[in-house]
C-alpha cells in the first residue's frame, strides 16, 4: 500500500517562511505539492520530477522552492515571503506515469495570518 507522510505547516506571520516534508513509502517519477482551499479546487504549488525538472505555479515562482531526495523518497517543499492568499492545505502528490496512477497525502494546514 503506498503511503505519503507529510510533515510541516502550521501558522505563521506573513514574510515568513515555513517548510513541508513528504516521504513516501516508494519510489515516484514525479513528486510535488498541491494546495486547496474551501469552496476552490485543489491547485498545482510545484512539482520535481526524480531527474529533478520542476514546475511551478505563476504565484509561488521566486518564493517557494521544491527539492527532493531520491534515495530516500522523500520531497520538501521550501515557503518564503509567505502571503495570507497563501493560506490552504497543502497536499504531497506522487504520479506514476507507466500506470497513470496518482496518489494523495493527508494533508496539512498551512496558515499565514498575523
Do not use: H
Amino acid at each position: 500500500q503506498v503511503q505519503l507522510v507529510e510533515s510541516g505547516g502550521g501558522l505563521v506571520q506573513p514574510g515568513g517562511s515555513l517548510s513541508l516534508s513528504c516521504a513516501a513509502s516508494r519510489s515516484f517519477y514525479v513528486m510535488g505539492w498541491y494546495r486547496q482551499t474551501p469552496g476552490k479546487q485543489r491547485e498545482l504549488v510545484a512539482t520535481v520530477t526524480s531527474s529533478v525538472n520542476t514546475n511551478y505555479a505563476d504565484s509561488v515562482k521566486g518564493r517557494f522552492t521544491i527539492s527532493r531526495d531520491n534515495t530516500n523518497n522523500t520531497v520538501s517543499l521550501q515557503m518564503n515571503s509567505l502571503k495570507p492568499e497563501d493560506t490552504a492545505v497543502y497536499y504531497c502528490y506522487a504520479y506514476r506515469p507507466f500506470t497513470k496512477s496518482t496518489y494523495w497525502g493527508q494533508g496539512t494546514q498551512v496558515t499565514v495570518s498575523s
